[in-house]
């Protein structure tokens, strides 16, 4: 079920690689013809799925600092962010392609 749920989360996120071909990042199986940057995204949701069945983070509460570490661990290593936005908020609008909701 992990390797479905990253597979739908990147999908969401617009990226178009295949299941096998998440299942095969996720495994740390090699890839190719992959953009680094799909790649990175779909660590990242393997690590911030580790990261919210830790142990450690099961009982922890869900504050605002529990969801920046989560959109620090989402963000990491991708060209669209930089580092000073990692585990930051935003307060710009948002769009929703094909719709007028912000």
Known sequence: MLID???RSARLEGIGTTFAETEDIVEN???SNLKPNDVTTIVNLKRAWSFLLDEINLDREIDFAFMQDLHQILGDGLETLKW???GVFRTDYVFIGGT???
Request: net charge positive.
């Open 5 to 7: 749920n990253i597979y």
């Open 29 to 31: 199986r090699g890839t």
């Open 84 to 86: 000073n936005e990692l």
């Open 100 to 102: 007028n909701w912000r």
